[in-house]
């Protein structure tokens, strides 16, 4: 299976270290968070892995070539011009993968101990278009599940905003991990050009195609988000 980290993000939440590096390069107990993404996916045998770059993207090249991509081998899709969000971000990536298999893709900034051969395994059994990985975390914005875990909705709690896909009385809210498997039939029914984010691609296709949820709560997982998660994450991931 190959891999898509986005990484190329502004890194906004993360000032001041993304006013001079990307954010896919801060250090987390002595490896950067990217470094930690790819050894990561290496445990479950991803080696091939495409990375996408905005942020000083030449920091990213440079590291990356300076630790021959730890040991993977690391495709990089230039976003230099436009940053196109997650949405944007793989479809311009779509000829990186193979057009009969599922690949994954996670963010940059996540770091997780999940084990990715039973997510896999999750969605080769249930064979929906899309499996994402999500928690029972505390967050202000959840999708919204039916109790089989398929996908119906997402609602943002601190502003009320609600997008719902398919509509049901009784709603499940978990919180997004951003770790993703697809199948490859994805590219041809993302409708959206330009700029966009996969959020909008699964509440698109969820009312016509199965989006399941895959409940990994009690695996570790911190959102690298911003500077102050650094400490936390030192803590858990050694």
């Not at 920091?59 to 021959?68: F, G, R, T, W």
């Not at 919180?175 to 993703?180: I, L």
């Not at 699964?202 to 895959?214: M, P």
């Amino acid at each position: 299976m190959k891999a898509m980290i986005f990484s190329a993000g502004l890194g906004t939440r993360f000032k001041p270290w993304t006013d001079a590096h990307p954010k896919a390069l801060a250090v987390v107990n002595g490896k950067s968070l990217l470094q930690r993404n790819i050894e990561w996916l290496q445990r479950f045998n991803i080696h091939e892995v495409i990375v996408n770059i905005h942020h000083f993207p030449e920091q990213v090249m440079q590291a990356i070539e300076k630790n021959k991509g730890w040991g993977s081998k690391i495709t990089i899709s230039d976003e230099k011009g436009q940053l196109l969000e997650t949405g944007g971000g793989l479809k311009k990536a779509k000829s990186f993968f193979d057009v009969d298999q599922p690949f994954l893709t996670t963010n940059v900034d996540i770091l997780t101990n999940l084990d990715v051969d039973k997510l896999l395994r999750f969605h080769t059994q249930k064979r929906p278009l899309i499996s994402f990985a999500v928690t029972d975390r505390k967050t202000s914005r959840y999708f919204l599940f039916d109790e089989g875990l398929r996908l119906c909705g997402w609602e943002n709690t601190k502003t009320g905003e609600k997008k719902i896909s398919i509509q049901k009385d009784k709603l499940l809210q978990k919180a997004y991990s951003c770790v993703v498997i697809f199948q490859p039939e994805i590219f041809s029914l993302m409708k959206r050009d330009g700029k966009f984010s996969l959020v909008d691609v699964y509440l698109d296709l969820a009312a016509k195609h199965t989006i399941l949820g895959y409940d990994h709560t009690g695996d570790l997982l911190v959102d690298v988000g911003k500077p102050d998660a650094v400490a936390l994450a030192e803590k858990m991931f050694l």
